[in-house]
Every structure is written in C-alpha cells, then in structure tokens.
Nanobody, 120 residues
Framework: QVQLVGSGGGLVQPGGSLRLSCAAS????????MGWYRQAPGKQRELVAT???????DYADSVKGRFTVSRDNAKNTAYLQMNSLKPEDTAVYYC??????????????WGQGTQVTVSS
C-alpha cells in the first residue's frame, strides 16, 4: 500500500508565503515524477508544478517566478515553496506521484489535498 500525505496549507495574506510538503510512505521501489496540482471552487484541477527524480522542473505560467518545487529523495518528500501569494492562488492543493512499485508496475497516486487560502 502506498500513501501520499500533503500538509502545510493554511490562511495567508496576499504577498505572503507558504510551504507545502508531500510525504510518501508504503511499499515501493522508488518514486519517479512528483507534482502539485490545485483546484479552486468551480474550476477544474490544474497543474501547478512537476519535478522529475533528477530534479527537472516545470511550472504553470501563472506561478513561474513565485513558486518553487523541490524534493528530497532520501525522505520520499516533495515540497512546494509558494511566495508572493495572490488571492487567485486560493485552492485545494494536491500532490501527485508516479511510483515504481515492482518489476514493470508503475502506479499513480494522489494525496488528500491541503487548503490554501490567500485573503486579507
């Protein structure tokens, strides 16, 4: 069984910062790509940022220059540092990862989501 647990959300004023964490646990060989997605009320879930196992990153245009994704492979954890937050960043943030379970079995898992609210 594999589990992803996201944490670090909360209420922050515009211009503030938050750091989200996503910790993986369970039985697997290794984690390949990890990513962060978000879903605002009434909107579809959208990609925020991804990071490969070797550290290659990709960002949505709306967060470039403000958000930084990173990971610690030894801790099976990904992070999302969010700076200069705007009200439009308000959403539930989900982490996602591809797990190499065993042999040729790769499975994708989602974390439970953590609420980020940017408001004065």
């Amino acid at each position: 069984q594999v589990q992803l647990v996201g944490s670090g959300g909360g209420l922050v004023q515009p211009g503030g910062s938050l750091r989200l964490s996503c910790a993986a646990s369970g039985s697997f060989f290794r984690i390949n790509n990890m990513g962060w997605y978000r879903q605002a009320p009434g909107k579809q879930r959208e990609l925020v940022a991804t990071i490969s196992r070797v550290g290659n990153t990709d960002y949505a245009d709306s967060v470039k220059g403000r958000f930084t994704v990173s990971r610690d492979n030894a801790k099976n954890t990904a992070y999302l540092q969010m700076n200069s937050l705007k009200p439009e960043d308000t959403a539930v943030y989900y982490c996602n990862a591809d797990f190499w379970i065993t042999g040729d079995t790769i499975r994708n898992y989602w974390g439970q989501g953590t609420q980020v609210t940017v408001s004065s």
